[in-house]
């Protein structure tokens, strides 16, 4: 009759065991890549799988030596996409995905080497300038297309400034 007793008895310990070390594992990442947003050149989807960790980032430097973070994302085990924004356009990049768990354990995944398209060249080009005694804050900037100048032609795009 004891004999139940000293199978549960060092059953519950190895269980416990078993448990604790299993959810303290450090977050995996794997098959790590980064692809071009196919509608912005100045971004990126960086892709992989992640296991064990709650949330992950992305950052990202330039070969400038500009760097940037996304923010944090919340994730769930398996496949994830991070979109990476405000990208520079015909740059290089080398990315890193952060992977996190709630305790504060990260571990990275293997950088990425990623360039940004050129601008679309139906992009239209404008400069701004301050006006003198301008107030310090926001500048609103405007493209006004196609002002009739009230003999039936259209005027090309000029910039509006207001601040």
């Not at 519950?12 to 790590?32: E, N, R, W």
């Not at 890193?96 to 768990?101: F, G, K, V």
């Amino acid at each position: 009759m004891n004999k139940p007793l000293k199978i549960v008895g060092t059953t519950i310990p190895l269980l416990f065991f078993f448990l604790t070390s299993c959810g303290s594992s450090d977050p995996t990442v794997s098959d790590v890549s980064a692809q071009a947003n196919p509608y912005n050149v100045l971004s990126a989807t960086f892709k992989a799988n992640v296991s064990g960790a709650t949330k992950v980032r992305v950052t990202y430097t330039a070969d400038s030596g500009l760097s940037g973070t996304t923010p944090d994302f919340s994730v769930s085990p398996g496949a994830i996409a991070v979109p990476v924004l405000g990208l520079m356009p015909e740059t290089s990049y080398t990315m890193q995905l952060q992977a996190m768990r709630g305790n504060g354990t990260a571990v990275n995944g293997d950088l990425v080497r990623f360039r940004t398209g050129a601008l679309p060249s139906t992009l239209p080009v404008f400069t701004v300038t301050e006006r003198p005694g301008a107030d310090l804050g926001f500048t609103m900037i405007g493209l006004i297309q196609g002002l009739s100048s009230g003999s039936g032609s259209s005027s090309p795009p000029s910039p509006g400034l207001s601040s």
